[in-house]
């Protein structure tokens, strides 16, 4: 009906012109009073479709403007054919659609109360590809990197411009009061052109006008429905895809009429790509040949030919496959590149309720580009358009939460809380500076948390960790980051606490629900996690796979994840934790799971629907290998374990109430690790080469283990002794531990360096009594004598025996003792053990016999050999043949059983 206005205002009168002017008019005034409405206290659904109606409403208006601006005269003019247009064709009794020379049949087929993605001219171009491809019964074929709209636009392509009837009811009912009956009739009139129903053959208007000017008026309506309606089913490709299941794929969209749009289309392997071309030819010639039935894969099948398939593709990416040539033929490809992110954040934010929305969304495009220019890059950094609509999502909750406050400073907020957790600290600064050149003179007051930050504190004192502000600051980060997206990234290196992060924010969420806060806040719901290392597994055991003997369907561990939390209907949160590296093989995957679809495609075609109470958490160290797609799918969390250190770690280690000790004798280790740890950490840092890279903490914590199995294990020292004797000793044992905590992961080169070193660092301690003979590598501490010794000492002496084969003969050396000592020392603390080193050098040996020599002492050795081929199954199976059965789904053993 919007294009009956528009066609009226270009066919009667003499000056078309001005007639357009008014339709201009009539457009900004409806728009003024909509976004009116929305400021107001309104339900949910009722905001969502003004929402729409204002996305719509904001494209027709500049549709308007670029006809009045371009002196458009004609309905015949490129500028008005352009544009989608519905026609009812009185011939046909039935809803048509056209744009340009394309011309297709309304569907009919309800979509729902959902969200319109902002219309721009990149929106329009893909319209005006994709109408101009069903018209000649080929497929679209939008490309671009990610985030460019390309599956989006094409689901909205297919039900765009929907009727919005119970969003006008609304609004005349808020608004009727203050306006008089003829003022009403003309606002009637413009939302007549929107309020139609249609019931498969016949279009009524069904409305009820009160003659009372103080009346609320009220529309009804006899069926709602949609405007170019078509079931859209959209795929996420894989490469476990197969023939057999396209064709099953496609025999339903040529019954049934429906379109899909196949996510990621050139991740399909070659050899199928190629007969997926075979099975659309057949389709496209069935369809050109008007035939109600057809033959395809062997059977017959009806034909419905407003049935369409479209591909979306991100060129350039790893794992994907160029198309052949046959398959290119059958779709018409177009580029999609940069959306004009200004445009769309002043249409969203305008239907957010924000009046000043154009000098907001400058300003905040400004500052994605001054980001994008001006700071670090990084893997896990995307300012594209899923981070700007993550920003509007969060202005929008802002700004109904606070409709008092200034709307540059809602935005503010918005732009600091969104994109804060994901950034460096050196970033972090930066970017605090641009906030402040482009919104001058603005603070934003800290938020209290309140009851939510004690919460997390007392959480994290029950799980027995130190209370430090960075680590409640992530948590809250993480909880606001998850209100936005629900799909997040915990990133950053071992030791900063991405685990005990989400640990925390579920324990904080489930105790405020127990304490009776979830009745104010939703979002305190108790919280059930699931977490699995998706790298441990094949693919197949993962997502699923079929048996190629039987062809029966089996889930894998992730689809079994999600199909039990979608079966939970409850309210509680479900959280499916992905702990594990991040690659191109396996998260591509999860495209669909990670976007607005929020569905789990599957090999053997099943898509589970994911609800709200559902997020999939990924605990990362880096995205190095993660492709574009991946990144600007997930809010993103940064957590840096130089922001947290190791002294919380160590603050919890010697809290240990097991450790019994004096306070005196406590204050004076402590005051040993606080002076000399640091140094030793920052030296090896700059100066000496790691044979593998290790974080601080972990340093710091085998300092910590191996100090506590030489002071708490049977055979240490007496801890009730005098103090000053007792203390010499202890110091001589933390020198000991420091040495090999922070300097058994050296190159053999650097050894000396950092012994010097740490003898040079440690003779300001009188307490500590080093060796004269040789460097601190070369001997231990002998708790008799309270001093160290030479390992030539325990060395034990080689005794042939003839009966021993010749390759499985070891001769005891200073190397095997001083390792098999250190191994030991950690495995009487259960703490795993890694030897690191260049082939030949005896790792394997040593750990063998020093595993044997355990047996004595209750230890059950179980040796694994890996190799290129091993895989998960094939490892689980030679662990469990060492178990023993205790109970149907329990195994176990009486003793200690040790895996090498």
Same mark, same amino acid.
């Given at each position: ?177 203050? =306006? ?73 969209? #040529? ?183 482009? +919104? ?213 280690? =010697? ?77 001589? =044992? ?21 012994? #010097? ?77 890694? +030897? ?65």
């Amino acid at each position: 009906m919007w294009c009956k206005d528009c066609t009226e205002c270009l066919t009667t009168g003499t000056d078309k012109v001005t007639n357009m002017k008014g339709a201009l008019q009539r457009s900004i005034d409806n728009l003024t009073n909509l976004a009116a409405v929305v400021r107001q206290e309104i339900p949910k659904l009722i905001r969502n479709i003004l929402g729409a109606k204002i996305t719509i409403d904001v494209h027709l208006r500049d549709i308007c403007s670029e006809l009045v601006k371009k002196q458009v005269e004609s309905v015949n003019e490129f500028e008005w054919l352009k544009q989608l247009r519905y026609y009812w064709d009185t011939e046909l009794d039935n809803c048509v659609i056209r744009m340009s020379n394309s011309y297709y049949v309304y569907g009919y087929e309800y979509l729902g109360a959902s969200m319109r993605l902002v219309i721009t001219p990149l929106t329009d171009k893909c319209y005006l590809c994709l109408m101009g491809a069903l018209q000649l019964d080929l497929g679209g074929a939008p490309a671009g990197p990610a985030g460019t709209g390309k599956t989006e636009t094409t689901k909205v392509c297919h039900g765009h411009w929907e009727v919005l009837a119970a969003g006008m009811s609304y609004i005349l009912k808020s608004t009727s009061i203050f =306006i008089s009956k003829t003022c009403f009739k003309s606002r009637l009139l413009f939302f007549q052109s929107y309020v139609c129903s249609f019931d498969g053959r016949t279009r009524s208007v069904s409305l009820a006008l009160c003659s009372t000017a103080v009346r609320i008026f009220h529309l009804q309506f006899q069926d709602l429905s949609k405007a170019l309606a078509k079931q859209c089913v959209v795929f996420n490709c894989s490469e476990s895809l197969d023939y057999r299941m396209m064709g099953k794929f496609f025999s339903g969209l #040529s019954s049934t009429g429906a379109w899909c749009c196949f996510d990621e289309f050139n991740r399909i392997d070659i050899e199928v790509l190629s007969v997926i071309a075979q099975q659309l030819l057949t389709i496209r010639n069935a369809k050109a040949q008007k035939l109600p039935k057809f033959m395809f894969e062997g059977r017959e099948l009806k034909l419905n030919p407003s049935c369409a398939a479209f591909i979306t593709m991100n060129p350039g990416y790893a794992g994907r496959t160029e198309l052949p040539d046959n398959l290119k033929a059958l779709f018409r490809p177009f580029a999609m590149m940069v959306p004009d992110y200004t445009l769309i954040a002043e249409v969203i934010l305008y239907s957010e309720g924000f009046e000043d929305s154009l000098t907001l969304a400058h300003k905040m495009t400004r500052m994605y580009a001054l980001c994008s220019e001006q700071l670090s890059q990084q893997d896990h950094y995307d300012f594209g358009m899923r981070a700007v609509k993550s920003v509007l999502v969060m202005a929008g909750s802002l700004k109904r939460e606070n409709p008092d406050k200034r709307e540059d400073v809602v935005l503010l907020r918005a732009l600091r809380d969104s994109n804060l957790p994901k950034f460096l600290h050196d970033d972090t600064i930066l970017f605090q500076a641009i906030l402040q050149d482009l +919104f001058p003179g603005l603070e934003i007051p800290e938020h209290d948390y309140g009851v939510f930050s004690t919460t997390i504190e007392s959480c994290t004192v029950a799980k027995n960790l130190q209370v430090k502000d960075c680590v409640t600051t992530k948590v809250i980060q993480f909880f606001e980051t998850m209100q936005v997206r629900h799909g997040v990234m915990l990133v950053g290196p071992t030791g900063g606490g991405k685990t005990a992060c989400y640990e925390i924010l579920a324990d904080t969420l489930t105790k405020l629900h127990a304490d009776g806060y979830g009745k104010k806040v939703a979002d305190y719901r108790p919280v059930r996690t699931k977490v699995l290392n998706p790298k441990a597994v094949t693919m197949g055991e993962l997502y699923g796979e079929f048996n190629l003997l039987t062809m029966e369907w089996k889930d894998g561990l992730l689809a079994t994840a999600v199909r039990e939390a979608v079966k939970d209907t409850t309210e509680d949160h479900k959280w499916i934790i992905n702990d594990g590296p991040v690659d191109a093989l396996w998260i591509e995957n999860m495209n669909t799971v990670l976007d607005d679809n929020k569905m789990l495609c599957l090999a053997n075609s099943e898509r589970i629907k994911l609800n709200n109470t559902i997020h999939m958490v990924f605990e990362v160290q880096d995205l190095a290998v993660a492709s574009p797609a991946t990144v600007s799918r997930c809010g993103m969390v940064y957590i840096d374990e130089s922001e947290l250190g190791w002294r919380p770690m160590f603050g919890t280690w =010697i809290s240990n109430e097991n450790f019994k000790w004096k306070q005196e004798t406590k204050e004076y280790v402590s005051n040993l690790f606080n002076t000399y740890v640091d140094p030793c950490l920052k030296y090896v840092t700059k100066n000496l080469v790691e044979a593998m890279p290790q974080v601080p903490i972990s340093k710091v914590q085998t300092v910590a283990l191996l100090f506590e199995s030489l002071v708490f294990s049977p055979g240490g020292p007496d801890l009730q002794s005098d103090p000053l004797r007792l203390h010499c000793l202890l110091a001589t =044992i933390f020198a000991w531990c420091l040495t090999w905590g922070v300097g058994g992961n050296l190159e053999e080169q650097c050894n000396d360096k950092f012994d #010097s070193y740490v003898k040079d660092l440690l003779s300001d301690c009188p307490d500590v009594k080093l060796s004269i003979a040789g460097d601190v590598y070369s001997c231990y501490v002998d708790m008799g004598r309270k001093m160290m010794e030479s390992w030539d000492k325990i060395t034990p002496s080689f005794k042939y025996d003839h009966e021993i084969p010749y390759f499985d003969l070891m001769v005891p050396t200073i190397d095997t003792t001083r390792f098999g000592y250190l191994m030991e020392k950690m495995l009487s603390l259960n703490r795993p053990v890694l +030897f690191t080193g260049p082939t030949g050098v005896g790792k394997s040996v040593i750990a063998k016999q020093r595993l044997y020599d355990l047996g004595d002492k209750g230890y059950i050795p179980a040796f694994v050999n890996f190799s290129a081929q091993t895989n998960s199954f094939r490892t689980q199976e030679i662990i469990e043949n060492k178990l023993e059965k205790k109970r149907k789904n329990i195994l176990g053993y009486s003793n200690y059983c040790t895996l090498f």
